[in-house]
């Protein structure tokens, strides 16, 4: 018998009360270590969720420093050639609330980052976020309402950052899983070839 959660009060009774330094751990503006978490992570999660309720969580991926602390409440996060389907963009649009996770490879905690967004296609701080000659054409601006350190032990138990436990091969290639699962009308041969090694030479372009 599946048996629900349908109150905050079940809930909490369930798994307990945080102790004072969790509940205490929120601020809202950079301090310089957050600064120095930002230089240096090269990937982040974005979330998202339109008005009707539908929910969307974008990876975005540069050169560690990618997120550029505007002043010690705003944050930017720029744009890069993607698939199009701007579904975390068209969210923002309709409601600004995002949640931001930061990694840094090989570290098991992460920085959050919750606040309001918008979009903006050109200011001058987007001379600061070019890579490989990539300008983006727009950016997320995010202005901090919740900033956090989160704990480790999601990682510690996946050992996401163990190398003896990665099993890539224990998949079928992404040309494979795209030919399977969407069944374009490429051939397997011709998206092995697109998703081989010069994919990663046009990722700017």
């Excluded at 090269?42 to 505007?70: E, H, I, N, R, Y």
């Excluded at 976020?129 to 919740?146: S, W």
Aim: charged share 30%.
């Amino acid at each position: 018998m599946t048996v629900e959660i349908t109150s905050h009060e079940e809930l909490r009774e369930l798994l307990g009360t945080p102790n004072a330094r969790v509940v205490a751990k929120d601020r809202r503006a950079l301090h310089e270590r957050d600064r120095q978490w930002l230089a240096a992570s090269p990937f982040c999660l974005v979330a998202t969720a339109g008005t009707d309720g539908t929910c969307d969580v974008s990876p975005k991926g540069d050169p560690p420093g990618f997120a550029l602390p505007l002043d010690d409440t705003t944050i930017a996060v720029p744009e890069r050639p993607g698939n199009r389907r701007a579904d975390g963009y068209r969210n923002i649009l309709d409601n600004p609330h995002v949640g931001l996770i930061f990694l840094v490879p090989g570290r098991t905690d992460t920085l959050r980052i919750n606040g309001r967004a918008r979009l903006v296609r050109d200011a001058p701080f987007f001379d600061d976020m070019v890579v490989k000659g990539h300008r983006p054409i727009l950016a997320i601006v995010v202005e901090i309402e919740q900033i956090f350190y989160h704990c480790a032990k999601a990682f510690l138990r996946s050992e996401l950052w163990r190398p003896e436990t990665w099993q890539p091969d224990a998949l079928p290639s992404r040309a494979r899983l795209i030919k399977e699962v969407e069944a374009p009308a490429e051939s397997l041969a011709d998206l092995e070839r697109h998703y081989g090694p010069a994919y990663a030479k046009k990722i700017y372009s």
